[in-house]
């Protein structure tokens, strides 16, 4: 069984900062002992204290990606001078079947005009899969991606597939992967870090602070806390197991009194429902919140 949330809480309340910081790994780790798949954590507080749990692993990022992809298309806009506002050409050959796509669903014909800002909200804001390979194929594939997100130090993770390869093939989900501090230290540069494309850099937050997707996951237990979150989910579909292949949540989180963490919860082969990993994050989400808001 799992120690309760609020348990979990006090236990760690109880103790001097020094021993809490240390023993919040500790709480993380008995919060998901029992559930069955591979659970990964990272959190990243102020920019220096690190709690991981189950690191070592690499953990498929589903739409996760579409955030290193996002930071992407705003280094390729800056350094080819684009303006976000430049329109593209929708054919109708683009607006593909059997995948997630609101933008489909707004111009089932296609042969329409959107501009690259738009897709990007699509992407970010409600993990549009068809917008997202669009957006790839503006940049010049996922090596782009791949390349840039490399450039700003991150080395533990791989993005190699578009949405439409890994939907032809379940297991190319696996080839875009992640370890959960990777992906909270990417997290950590772009909102401590002033990039070359700066008023992109502030959009690309303000869309994922509106992000609609996953509010039931890292989100929930803060919508009623005067916290800022912004964050990005990935769902992927069951492997030949029956699993889910990845559920995921990274955000960062700024709190009213200034502190600020990013987080990254990392699902792998959930054997379970969707519901309860959701309920599974939202407890993650809770047992750090309270503890970095208590620590003082």
Same mark, same amino acid.
């Given at each position: 069984?799992?120690?309760?949330?609020?348990?979990?809480?006090?236990?760690?309340?109880?103790?001097?900062?020094?021993?809490?910081?240390?023993?919040?790994?500790?709480?993380?780790?008995?919060?998901?002992?029992?559930?069955?798949?591979?659970?990964?954590?990272?959190?990243?507080?102020?920019?220096?204290?690190?709690?991981?749990?189950?690191?070592?692993?690499?953990?498929?990022?589903?739409?996760?990606?579409?955030?290193?992809?996002?930071?992407?298309?705003?280094?390729?806009?800056?350094?080819?001078? !684009?303006?976000?506002?430049?329109?593209?050409? !929708?054919?109708?050959?683009?607006?593909?079947?059997?995948?997630?796509?609101?933008?489909?669903?707004?111009?089932?014909?296609?042969?329409?005009?959107?501009?690259?800002?738009?897709?990007?909200?699509?992407?970010?804001?409600?993990? =549009?899969?068809?917008?997202?390979?669009?957006?790839?194929?503006?940049?010049?594939?996922?090596?782009?991606?791949?390349?840039?997100?490399?450039?700003?130090?991150?080395?533990?993770?791989?993005?190699?597939?578009?949405?439409?390869?890994?939907?032809?093939?379940?297991?190319?989900?696996?080839?875009?992967?992640?370890?959960?501090?990777?992906?909270?230290?990417?997290?950590? !540069?772009?909102?401590?870090?002033?990039?070359?494309?700066?008023?992109?850099?502030?959009?690309?937050?303000?869309?994922?602070?509106?992000?609609?997707?996953?509010?039931?996951?890292?989100?929930?237990?803060?919508?009623?806390?005067?916290?800022?979150?912004?964050?990005?989910?990935?769902?992927?579909?069951?492997?030949?197991?029956?699993?889910?292949?990845?559920?995921?949540?990274?955000?960062?989180?700024?709190?009213?009194?200034?502190?600020?963490?990013?987080?990254?919860?990392?699902?792998?082969?959930?054997?379970?429902?969707?519901? =309860?990993?959701?309920?599974?994050?939202?407890?993650?989400?809770?047992?750090?919140?309270?503890?970095?808001?208590?620590?003082?």
């Amino acid at each position: 069984m799992n120690i309760p949330v609020l348990f979990t809480t006090f236990w760690l309340l109880s103790l001097p900062v020094i021993a809490r910081t240390a023993n919040l790994e500790k709480a993380l780790t008995r919060l998901i002992h029992e559930e069955e798949g591979e659970i990964g954590i990272a959190v990243i507080i102020n920019g220096t204290d690190t709690v991981t749990v189950n690191n070592d692993i690499r953990y498929p990022l589903m739409s996760v990606f579409k955030f290193h992809q996002a930071l992407s298309v705003a280094n390729f806009l800056h350094e080819n001078k !684009i303006s976000p506002d430049s329109l593209l050409f !929708i054919p109708r050959k683009a607006m593909k079947q059997n995948t997630y796509s609101p933008l489909r669903d707004t111009h089932p014909d296609g042969n329409f005009h959107i501009s690259i800002k738009e897709l990007l909200t699509y992407t970010l804001q409600k993990s =549009d899969n068809i917008a997202c390979d669009l957006l790839f194929s503006l940049i010049g594939g996922t090596q782009y991606t791949d390349k840039y997100i490399r450039t700003l130090g991150s080395e533990q993770f791989a993005i190699t597939q578009t949405e439409d390869d890994m939907h032809r093939y379940l297991n190319a989900c696996y080839q875009n992967w992640s370890t959960p501090l990777e992906s909270a230290r990417l997290l950590d !540069i772009f909102i401590s870090t002033a990039l070359p494309y700066t008023e992109m850099q502030a959009f690309i937050k303000q869309v994922m602070v509106s992000c609609q997707t996953g509010t039931d996951r890292l989100v929930k237990p803060l919508l009623k806390r005067q916290c800022t979150i912004g964050h990005k989910t990935g769902t992927g579909d069951r492997n030949v197991y029956g699993e889910i292949i990845g559920i995921n949540d990274i955000g960062f989180v700024t709190l009213p009194d200034g502190q600020r963490y990013t987080i990254a919860v990392f699902i792998k082969d959930w054997k379970g429902n969707e519901a =309860d990993a959701a309920r599974l994050i939202t407890n993650i989400s809770e047992t750090v919140y309270r503890f970095i808001s208590r620590q003082q």
